[in-house]
């Protein structure tokens, strides 16, 4: 019978997570939502916001920088990047960190969460971000990420963790749904799954916060004759959250 007893080296991640006392949900999605709002360019209640993602350290009353630092998002990946590492050299103390969707964002490897995830790792292992010290780790990500950038979220979660506290994701749109799971092999739901498996605290936003009523409806009508056409054996995989 296999031992279930706890590795030794894992001890010291345990302890840190029970230490680190749970900020609570509506503290996270009140947090979530002003920041969303933050990156909103359209001052319009209902207006899209363009996909991005933001870590943020110590849930901050302040971001520092300012926000309003945020520039567009015609850049590329490779342009984006390049943005970052000079905010990074220009305000080491910044207790945050953004990325919208670049140009040529089909690129897995080029998705906002994927390239924050990356230079994270990179910074924390330079130690060329001092923000990033306080832990408390709120990854926003304005839609479900896929599961290469989940896979790339449990590598930070893995390396972050030990010495900086359990990460937060918040999800503002889903993107997924779990009626194709079967078809697809994958959904918002899996990767949600996947994420707290490695011990992340995944949230979402409640749509009514995103959406007009009238669109939410309109999501759920989508939803509802998916679901139908499923199981009346046609199917289209595209989801109705874009
Ligand atoms: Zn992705």
């Known amino acids: 019978m296999a031992s279930r007893s706890i590795p030794l080296a894992a001890l010291p991640f345990l302890c840190l997570c029970f230490a680190v006392p749970s900020i609570p949900t509506r503290r996270v999605l009140d947090y979530a939502l002003k920041l969303k709002d933050l990156f909103r360019q359209d001052e319009k209640q209902w207006a899209d916001v363009p996909h991005f993602a933001a870590l943020c350290c110590g849930f901050p ?36 960190i953004w990325m919208w969707n670049p140009s040529d964002h089909q690129t897995k490897e080029h998705h906002p969460e994927a390239m924050l995830v ?23 990500s304005h839609k479900c990420p896929c599961q290469s950038c989940a896979q790339k979220i449990e590598k930070l979660q893995d390396v972050l963790a030990p010495a900086l506290g359990p990460l937060t994701l918040c999800v503002g749109l889903p993107v997924r749904s779990h009626i194709f799971e079967s078809l ?34 309109q999501f759920y009508r989508r939803q509802a004759a998916k679901r139908r056409r499923l199981k009346g054996g046609a199917f289209d995989v595209s989801d109705g959250a874009d």
Not at 133 to 138: E, I, N, P
Request: charged content about 25%; hydrophobic content about 35%; aromatic content about 8%.
């Open 61 to 96: 009353d302040g971001l520092i920088p300012c926000v309003k630092q945020v520039k567009d998002g015609s850049l590329t990946a490779a342009e984006s990047v390049q943005q970052l590492l000079q905010w990074l050299k220009d305000y080491p103390e910044s207790n945050f």
């Open 184 to 217: 697809c092999g994958t959904s918002d739901r899996l990767v949600y799954q996947q994420l707290r498996k490695a011990g992340v605290r995944v949230l979402q936003l409640p749509l009514r916060h995103s959406w007009s009523p009238k669109r939410r409806a």
């Open 118 to 140: 990356r230079l994270a790792i990179e910074a924390h292992e330079s130690s060329s971000w001092r923000g990033l010290q306080q832990g408390s780790l709120l990854l926003y």
